[in-house]
């Protein structure tokens, strides 16, 4: 019998560690599979839990929270975002910081045409002055600190001369939810700064200019 249960053991052992093999030679395969698939220029979202970002979800009516662009130096790839600072933070890593670990990909669809090497050198000069600024709390409209969909919207818009999608007031959003408007008393207090420009993550992830090339949701 104890002989019996030390085989059991050991066959348990065995398949529990072939199992956690298994994964991890398939996650590297799947990271491969994405590295090989996303382009200098490509957009990427996600979202994660947080009041703030469960809060812009709600007020967007869209899944994502947080968006950033690909960067491809060196042979490895980042995404350029911002966060607390302002920074480039390698791809995987960012994968794996999102809800799920889910995200999608979105490219310009003449990417091929458009954002050739001139034009990302142009896209990530002019995206050089970002770099560790602070977060944009507060989602103004200025140079001074800066939020995710901001930045992605700026060097598009400044560094290749193209408007991935208009420029919306805060007060068209859905604020009326209660999980959004504790988010906003907390920031502002009672002064709301409805007509301020804004862009959201959904706004560019609904670009008639981009397509998706990766979705994991």
């Known amino acids: 019998m ?11 052992f065995f ?3 072939y199992c956690i093999k298994t994964k991890s030679v398939a996650k590297e395969a ?13 957009i990427i979202f996600q979202s994660s839990q947080s009041p703030q970002c469960e809060a812009i979800r709600i007020a967007t009516r869209s899944k994502f929270s947080h968006c950033g662009i690909i960067y491809v130096i060196k042979g490895k790839q980042y995404v350029y975002e911002a966060v607390q600072p ?9 994968i794996t910081g999102g809800e799920g670990q889910k995200y999608v990909v979105k490219r310009l669809k003449n990417a091929a045409e458009v954002l050739n ?15 560790h600024k602070d977060y944009d709390l507060y989602f103004e409209w200025s140079d001074n600190k800066i939020y995710c969909s901001e930045l992605v919207w700026k060097i598009y818009k400044n560094g ?5 999608c208009k420029l919306v007031k ?7 939810n209660d999980k959004v408007k504790a988010v906003l008393k907390e920031r502002y207090g ?6 301020e420009d804004v862009v959201a993550p959904s706004q560019i992830a609904d670009s008639k200019l981009l397509e998706t090339v990766i979705d994991t949701y």
């Not at 805060?170 to 009326?176: A, D, E, R, T």
């Open 2 to 12: 104890k002989k019996s249960l030390i085989l059991l053991s050991f066959i348990a």
């Open 15 to 17: 398949i529990s560690a």
């Open 30 to 42: 799947d990271y491969s599979a994405i590295l090989e698939t996303v382009k200098d220029g490509d």
């Open 86 to 94: 302002v920074k480039l933070t390698l791809l995987e890593s960012w």
């Open 117 to 131: 090497t001139s034009t990302l050198k142009k896209m990530k000069d002019y995206g050089k002055q970002f770099n």
């Open 160 to 164: 290749a001369n193209i408007e991935l």
């Open 170 to 176: 805060l007060k068209n959003f859905n604020l009326k």
């Open 190 to 195: 009672n002064n709301i700064p409805l007509n």
